[in-house]
């Protein structure tokens, strides 16, 4: 019987994986019901938040401070994933979809304002200047890169969005999380998988289509970190990242 051989872990991998043991070492999980059966989905939180600090710095060091309407709703889009970590560890599930939701949020914001650095100056001199969230999303479908196979991506985004709306806003006895007391407040193991699942999702769909969006900056990346992004996705996705012969990602 032939035996399957364990994939080599890259460098940032490896440091990865070590960083999240010592956070997981030193974090108190008293929030968790089952810290055992839970690591897993800390560990892949915590990883995601690791993908998108390392894509939003990179991009914010090619950006520059006069051009922050092309780096700052995916730094705060960085910052949700870090957040989102801290949310699930203090037990809080509907936190962690919060984040998740923002998460989608600063997706779109980001690949608007990219676009129109007229309309980011006006969020700061027009006290009442707002886009809705609609519209947002709406700019992102029409973007040519997210066009062929990636735009399946933004639709999921699109109804994981209305999904997470709906558990954060949620009145329904069936999905309320009652807590009584700050004592109460724990990461249940149902719960947990249901967060699990929302994760994955959306931060695998936000990820891919962000290194396509930033592919000119994702080429810049240290060749380890490149393939720890890359690790990071699932099949699905990686079969929509084509790598052209001029080592650019193609969506085909």
Avoid at 3 to 19: F, G, N, Y
Avoid at 121 to 128: A, D, N, P
Avoid at 178 to 187: G, V
């Amino acid at each position: 019987m032939a035996t399957r051989t364990a994939r080599v872990l890259s460098p940032a991998e490896v440091q990865a994986k070590a960083d999240f043991k010592a956070y997981w070492d030193g974090a108190e999980k008293g929030r968790l019901a089952d810290p055992a059966r839970q690591r897993a989905l800390l560990a892949s939180s915590h990883k995601y938040a690791i993908c998108f600090t390392q894509l939003s710095r990179a991009v914010a060091a090619n950006a520059g401070e006069e051009e922050a309407h092309r780096r700052i709703f995916l730094q705060e889009l960085s910052s949700d994933s870090v957040h989102l970590v801290h949310a699930l560890i203090g037990g809080d599930a509907r936190g962690g979809r919060f984040y998740l939701r923002s998460v989608i949020e600063n997706f779109w914001r980001h690949h608007y304002f990219r676009d129109h650095p007229v309309e980011y100056g006006w969020l700061h001199t027009r006290s009442k200047y707002y886009i809705e969230m609609k519209a947002l999303r709406e700019h992102c479908s029409w973007l040519d890169i997210f066009q062929g196979k990636l735009k399946t991506l933004l639709a999921d985004l699109s109804r994981l969005y209305g999904e997470l709306s709906s558990a954060v806003h949620s009145t329904s006895s069936k999905t309320l999380i009652l807590r009584n007391t700050l004592e109460d407040i724990k990461l249940s193991v149902e719960h947990g998988t249901a967060v699990s699942s929302d994760l994955l999702k959306v931060l695998k769909a936000c990820l891919t289509l962000c290194i396509f969006s930033e592919r000119q900056t994702y080429f810049g990346m240290h060749v380890n970190v490149q393939d720890f992004l890359v690790a990071s996705l699932g099949v699905r996705e990686k079969t929509m990242l084509a790598f052209d012969s001029d080592g650019f990602i193609a969506g085909e």
